[in-house]
Each structure stands twice: as C-alpha cells, then as structure tokens.
C-alpha cells in the first residue's frame, strides 16, 4: 500500500540553525500536507501543496512539492526554541477520504 | 470557537477490561476521524465518519475495537478487552466541509491510553 517515509528520523540542532527534512513515497500524491505536533497535543496543519513543483511559504517554513510527485521538503529557517516537536508529512490515499501520516522526524532545538 | 476535546485526557486500565473513549468535534464539522498514535510512530487511521454516510471502518485493528457517532457530532471510540499493544494515544480530528482528505483536520489533544 502507500507509505511515506520521512527522514531523518529525528534532529537535534542550535537555536538558530537552519533544518531540512523531506517525505518520499513510492506512489505519487496529489497533495502533500506537513503537521506539526507539539508535546502533548494533537498535530496541527503547517502547510499545504497542491501542485508538482509548488513552492510555499508559511513564515520561517517553506515547502516544496516534488516534480516527480513523490516527494516534498519542509525547511525551517533560524530556528527557535519552540520548533520544537514532530513534524509530519501527509497525503490523501488514492480515491479515498483517508489521510496517509508519514513516520515523523522530531526536532530538538537547543539554546 | 473551542476547538476539537477528548476526554479523559489519560486513561489507565488494567488487561481484558473495556474503556471508552470520547470525542467532541468543531461544531458544525461534518467529518470525524480517529487515528492511534503508538510510541515513536506515526498516526494509524482507524476509523472515518462523514455526515450520515456509512462510516469507513477499514483501519480498525480488530473486532474489539468498535466507534459511533451520535447525532453527527460527538463521538465514541470503544476498545473491548483491552490488550497491552492497545496502548497509545487515540486521536481524534474533524473537518469542516465535505470530508474530502485534503480538507483541513483540526486533531484533538488525545487521549492517552494505558493497559497495564
């Protein structure tokens, strides 16, 4: 069935620092979505792609959507304390309602 | 507005025991959906309603586990005999408008379940 597969799995990086993380498929989405789940609470959506090739921004976030459709990129830029938590990528199953998660990368942000 | 609740926020019980666990969605939110959430992983999709069509129950692990939805809007989740692998924190999540997968999910802060 679908999968996503995110990596790293987890980061542990300086206040400040840039973090890239990327989700592949072997199957090809239409939409790409990126959660991020905080410490106890449920994930909340960060960023949405509809398009091959979309480029997006949401503050400090930006998100790509791979050419091949496989493929999507979130980067944070000057991180901060708060970043701190599990970022998910998302896409919606083939002729289903359902979302597939990804596995999650966690990010660590130390002062 | 208030947003997506679940109660109890923890629930501990012991092995073969049932429990049930509750959901509130956004008012006016047609879709609903819970998800299972194991220790270090991802989200699992258990179990999908939308308006009063039959929900999808294709992600459910097992007949113990079993969800209504009453009146379109809160929700419960119910685990019969509890086993020690139910332990997770089950997630619930609605969505505004058609139920499409690409709408916005608004999650819940979980429910914390442990089976000892």
């Known amino acids: 069935g679908q999968q996503l597969n995110q990596s790293p799995q987890s980061m542990f990086i300086q206040e400040g620092e840039d973090v890239s993380m990327n989700c592949t498929s072997s199957s090809i989405f239409n939409t790409w979505l990126w959660y991020k789940q905080d410490p106890g609470e449920g994930p909340v959506l960060l960023i949405a792609?509809?398009?091959?090739?979309e480029l997006t921004s949401n503050g400090r976030l930006t998100a790509q959507f791979g050419i091949t459709r496989k493929d999507s990129f979130l980067n944070i830029s000057a991180s901060i304390p708060s970043d701190v938590g599990i970022y998910f990528c998302?896409?919606?199953?083939?002729?289903?309602?359902?979302?597939?998660f990804g596995t999650g990368t966690r990010l660590q942000v130390f002062p | 507005g208030a947003g997506v609740s679940q109660s109890p926020s923890n629930k501990v019980t012991e092995k073969g025991k049932d429990v049930e666990l509750r959901c509130d969605p956004i008012s006016g939110h047609t879709a609903l959906y819970w998800y299972r959430q194991s220790l270090g992983q991802g989200l699992e999709f258990l179990i999908y309603f939308q308006g009063n069509s039959a929900p999808d129950k294709s992600g459910l692990p097992s007949d113990r586990f079993s969800a209504e939805r009453t009146g379109g809007s809160v929700s419960t989740l119910t685990i019969q005999r509890t086993q020690q692998e139910d332990s997770a924190v089950y997630l619930c999540?609605?969505?505004?408008?058609?139920?499409?997968?690409?709408?916005?999910?608004?999650f819940g802060p979980g429910t914390r379940l442990t089976v000892l």
């Open positions: 998302a896409g919606p199953s083939y002729n289903t309602d359902k979302l597939i």
């Open positions: 792609l509809y398009k091959a090739g």
């Open positions: 999540a609605s969505s505004p408008r058609y139920g499409g997968s690409t709408d916005t999910q608004y």
